[in-house]
């Protein structure tokens, strides 16, 4: 009994270090702050520019 008692406690106090570890990743891992986050809202932006220019070169191509 005392052998599954102290299992228990070191697997509960496992535990709880693991859920601290996995919150201050959480907290690091703050999509504002994420270089690739930053990055994909660039391409996306440089995307919908590309978008607006191949609309209007395919109008001035279709009035030539």
Known sequence: KINLFIYFFQIKHLSAEINTLI????V???PIDDKLSL???QVSCI???IKI???KLYI???VI
């Open 23 to 26: 919150e201050k990743r959480m």
């Open 28 to 30: 690091r891992n703050d």
């Open 39 to 41: 990055f994909r809202q």
């Open 47 to 49: 995307l919908l520019l």
């Open 53 to 55: 220019l191949l609309g």
């Open 60 to 62: 001035l191509i279709k």
